[in-house]
């Protein structure tokens, strides 16, 4: 059975760098699988993507030797379930807010005794390499489970958040959690509301020997993020890096001048 080389870097203090994928493109993802970011995080919760367009990306990143990784729409163990099942090496939890979500999740990603994940499927064995009854007696060790702390009734409520057995991370959305403090919202800001909340969630996760995670939007936030003590940093999305490549050579060639593109 293959590792999860992300959940090993993360517990072995080191960082880990991938990025979002948006577009709802199996090609696409096989393709970004080539790039040399330890993972990819397709996106089900502000994307396209459905679940079996999502198991169809989670093969061909895998087969190119990247985590697979997914952002659930929304905390249930419905979503959990079927995107473990279909090949997923690891979940991203948005909009974490309480101690009882974070246990909630828990218990839907690991098997027993850990949590209540019920047996079934194909896809998770064949996407580690391996055989399903290998892959029973091991995901718990392999499936990477990142709680999203993006709202400021989390910051409020971190350490008994952190403090839940079975998470490997947290992960800092930066947009959503300025937006709950009433600012636009932003990947980076000097707002100290914002830049105090960073603060105290991290100082929380050092506490308890939780891993941190964030969003940025360039390499050079990232540098700067991992310097800080983040370890778990996804770099904008693949279809903010298209953008943004293809902006830079229409506006080289004097031409697009008045159009705006996403970067995110």
Not at 14 to 34: C, D, F, I, N
Not at 64 to 88: C, F, H, S, Y
Not at 232 to 257: D, H, N
Request: glycine share 10%.
């Amino acid at each position: 059975m293959r590792t999860n080389i992300v959940r090993k870097k993360l517990a072995a203090g080191e960082a880990s760098v991938g990025t979002w994928l948006t577009l709802s493109s199996p090609t696409a993802a096989g393709l970004m699988a080539r790039t040399g970011f330890d993972w990819l995080t397709v996106d089900l919760e502000h994307g396209p993507t459905n679940f079996e367009t999502a198991a169809q990306c989670f093969t061909n990143i895998a087969a190119q030797g990247t985590v697979p990784l997914v952002r659930i729409p929304w905390n249930t163990g419905e979503n959990i379930k079927r995107m473990l099942d279909t090949g997923a090496w690891g979940i991203i939890v948005p909009m974490i807010k309480s101690r009882a979500e974070v246990e909630a999740a828990v218990r839907a990603t690991r098997y027993g005794p850990l949590g209540e994940r019920s047996i079934g499927g194909q896809l998770h064995a064949a996407s580690f390499d391996t055989d399903p009854a290998t892959y029973y007696s091991r995901a718990n060790e392999e499936i990477l489970l990142i709680i999203m702390i993006e709202h400021v009734a989390a910051v409020e409520n971190i350490e008994a958040i952190l403090s839940v057995p079975g998470i490997d991370g947290y992960f800092i959305g930066p947009n959503d959690l300025h937006n709950s403090m009433g600012k636009p919202p932003a990947f980076e800001s000097d707002d100290k509301e914002f830049c105090d909340a960073l603060l105290h969630v991290r100082a929380a996760a050092k506490k308890l020997g939780i891993p941190s995670g964030i969003h940025v939007s360039d390499a050079n936030a990232a540098k700067r993020r991992i310097a800080e003590g983040y370890q778990f940093i996804a770099v904008t999305s693949e279809t903010g890096m298209m953008l943004t490549k293809a902006k830079q050579i229409a506006g080289e060639l004097g031409i697009g001048a008045n159009r705006a593109v996403a970067k995110y």
